[in-house]
Every structure is written in structure tokens, then in C-alpha cells.
């Protein structure tokens, strides 16, 4: 992981706070995380990053960020299932390398506003570091 939550460089705002940065190549399948709605996709953005956001049935939003333009697999309004692949990651937008930007988030008012949350592989829970790694975006 390249930026943690709380990281200086990117995440000190509340959209972000609880964001995770994970290095990958360009084209690495993104997959997702969770169950949900595809309720957005930027897959050809000029100067942002691409971007595919999920929305779960808790009304929690998944955003996977910087990914690789004209990679989308997905459409909004798509159903998709956990480990479903949605893009491939890139290094788009305000980027100091190719990774992937995954955050989850709930609507607050007029504002989007990051959650923290916890992920799991076969191997047990991810554990994440709770201050800034000085990487990132």
C-alpha cells in the first residue's frame, strides 16, 4: 500500500480521509470489492482520473479510482457481483503513478464523506496502516 488512511499527500480531506492507495502495474483487473449498482463510470476523462463507483445496498459507495482509460467493463445501472471485474487500473487524473485509489463513502448532506473500512483476502484481514506512509496519489 502506497498511502494509508489519513495520508498527507491525498487523503486529509473528509472524501478521502479513509482512502487506500495500492500500487499496481497499468491493465492489473480491478475488481470489486462488493455487491452493488454501478451508479457512475469516467472512462475516457481528460485531465481526471477514471473512475467506477458502486453503490451498495447499505447506500455505501465504493470508488475505485485512476483507472485506465477505455478500460470499463461495466455500464451505469449494471449490476455487479463481488470479484465482478469493473476496469483495469491505470494512472490517470492527479497521479504520481499507476495505482489504484479505493475508498468507501456515504452521502452526508451535500457532501461525500469517506468510511473506514475493513478488507479481507483468503488469508484473513488486511490490516492497514493508521498513518500517513508518505506515498500516493
Partial sequence: MSQAFGGRHSHND???????????????????ARAGVVM???????????LV???HADGSMALYAHLQAGSAAVRPGQKVEIGQRLANSGNT???SGPHL????????GMALESL??????DR?????????????D
Fill in 124 to 136: 484473513g484481514e488486511l490490516q492497514f496502516p493508521r498513518e500517513d506512509n508518505g506515498g500516493g
Fill in 116 to 121: 473506514p473500512f475493513r478488507m479481507a483476502d
Fill in 40 to 50: 457512475q463510470v469516467l472512462d475516457a476523462a481528460t485531465g481526471e482520473a477514471n
Fill in 101 to 108: 485509489h479505493f475508498t468507501v463513502q456515504r452521502n452526508a
Fill in 53 to 55: 463507483r458502486i453503490l
Fill in 93 to 95: 487524473g492527479r497521479s
Fill in 14 to 32: 473528509a472524501q478521502n480521509h479513509y482512502a487506500v492507495d495500492f500500487p499496481l502495474a497499468e491493465g492489473t483487473p480491478v475488481l470489486a
